[in-house]
Every structure is written in structure tokens, then in C-alpha cells.
């Protein structure tokens, strides 16, 4: 098989692109890799029982308990965290509040200046990092509001992180009709509706109770609205007829290399299955 390999990849340079082959050659280090996790997982020494995620092998159980995850009584592993016990000492209702005070500040677009840390910094999916000066200047540049006078920001599911004890994270839709202008990308209204999927976002907060770190616009799932999966700017711009003409501000499209790899994955799942 690794002879078939060898010659699938001299095909495929002679025919596509460095990065194909590099990809390619990646994924066969993956199925390798897969294969020897399917062994090892079928080998008699562990045992899983049907219906539950109970492992009977203590090195695993050892090797979980180690890196701090939950051990029952019975020594198998937990796959919830005690999110009571994280979060003990901290004031998550302070927190919340202090997200909810710097979403309203500007509306749901932005923040007051005060609210900022001097160290903050803005990290979208595409957009940043972006310091606190370059962050104020760029959403200073766009008018949301007078671009969509009816916008519903419909914020919700506030939450702190267990993880990271002073880091609310909380989600966001929205819909709005752009019925004014939007410069310079819309200079006058398009009248069309923008519905923006679900979008994971996040605030972290110093001890002072100002922003350190703001995330916005991870979308959860691409099928809902109509911004082709986008979040941000991006997808409203998208909604709106106004999409930026870059890869990263339209819709997700599988790319060559990508075709290939999924392509050269059937492939080998066939030839394995015929074993």
C-alpha cells in the first residue's frame, strides 16, 4: 500500500501543485496515523462498555486524570467538567453586567473609549488583531445605526468561561433592514434585509473591569441567514449586495486542494474496506 501511496503522489505533482502534494502527503501521515489509533483501540487489553464512555484501561484513565479533567469514583473519566466548582469565588453576575454595560454603550456597535483597557485588542475570524487606537478608528468609520435604524443586535446566552474566570462569552443574531446608507460600501440604502446566523463572541475583562480582549463574529452555524455564512461587517455587507471582492468577505467555497484531499480520502477508505 505504501507503494500505491508513493505513486499516487507523483501523479498528483505531475499534474497539480506544491501545496496539493504537501496536502496530500499530509493526509497519508493522518490515515497511517488513524490506522494505528484503530488498532491499539481494538486490541484486547481494552475493554469500552456499550452505552457509556467508560474506559477500563487505567493508563488512560491516569493519563486524563493528569492533565485535570474529572475522575469519577469508579476511576472512569468525566466528560463534563464541574463548572460550580471552577467558577467558585467568581462574580459572574459582576461580569455579565460589565459585558451588558459595554455592548450597550454604543448599541451593540462598538464601545466607549473608557470602557477600553490600554492593552485591548480586538480579534475577529479575519479582521485583527487590532489595538485599541486602530480598533476605535475603524469602528469609528462605519454608521451601523443610520444603515439599519430597525437593527435588533438579539444578544444572548451571557456566560462565564470556567476556564478562564474573567472572560464572559455570550452569543449574537440580528436582523435589520438597510434603509439608509452605508458608506462607503452602500452610499445609499438597498432596502434588503439582512438575517446574520448564530455568532459566538467574547469580552475579557482586567481586574479594573475594562476590556482586555473583544471577539466577535465566529459563526456556529453558516446555513442560517441569508450573510453566506459570514459574520461581522462581512456578512451584512454580503446580505446587502455589497459583498468585498476577497476570498475571506464571500461564502466558503471548497477549495482545489481541498476536493483532492476529500477525493484521495474515499479512495483510500475503499481500498481499505476491500482488505
Known amino acids: 500500500m505504501f507503494f ?17 502534494t504537501a496536502a496530500l502527503l499530509n493526509f497519508i501521515v493522518v490515515v497511517d496515523t488513524l490506522t494505528c489509533v484503530d488498532s491499539f483501540l481494538k486490541a484486547p487489553s481494552i475493554r469500552f462498555q456499550k452505552g457509556t464512555t467508560q474506559f477500563s484501561q487505567s493508563s488512560i484513565v491516569d493519563d486524563v486524570s493528569s492533565s485535570g479533567s474529572n475522575v469519577s469514583s469508579s476511576g472512569s473519566t468525566s466528560l463534563f467538567i464541574d463548572e460550580k466548582a471552577m467558577l467558585e469565588g467568581v462574580d459572574q453576575d459582576r461580569l455579565i453586567g460589565l459585558a451588558k454595560r459595554f455592548l450597550e454603550s454604543k448599541g451593540g456597535f462598538g464601545a466607549d473609549e473608557e470602557l477600553l483597557s490600554p492593552n485591548f485588542k480586538f480579534v475577529g475570524p479575519v479582521v485583527g488583531p487590532l489595538g485599541k487606537g486602530e480598533f476605535l478608528a475603524a469602528i469609528g468609520s462605519v454608521d ?83 450573510t453566506g455564512g459570514l459574520g461581522g461587517l462581512y456578512g451584512i455587507l454580503y446580505a446587502i449586495g455589497r459583498g468585498l471582492p476577497f476570498p475571506e468577505a464571500q461564502p466558503w467555497q471548497k477549495s482545489p486542494q481541498y476536493a483532492l484531499f476529500q477525493g484521495l480520502g474515499g479512495i483510500i477508505q475503499r481500498l481499505q474496506g476491500g482488505k
Open 4 to 20: 500505491f501511496y508513493c505513486q499516487l503522489t507523483l501523479g498528483i505533482y505531475l499534474f497539480s501543485d506544491m501545496r496539493a
Open 144 to 226: 451601523i445605526k443610520t444603515a439599519f435604524p430597525d437593527f435588533e443586535a438579539q444578544f444572548h446566552n451571557f456566560a462565564v468561561d470556567p476556564f478562564e474566570g474573567n472572560r464572559v462569552f455570550y452569543m449574537a443574531r440580528g436582523k435589520g433592514t438597510n434603509t439608509g446608507p452605508l458608506p462607503p460600501f452602500a452610499p445609499s440604502a438597498t432596502n434588503k434585509v439582512v438575517v446574520n446566523p448564530p455568532q459566538m463572541n467574547s469580552l475579557t475583562f482586567d481586574k479594573a473591569g475594562l476590556v482586555t480582549k473583544y471577539t466577535i463574529g465566529y459563526v456556529v452555524d453558516r446555513e442560517i441567514g441569508n
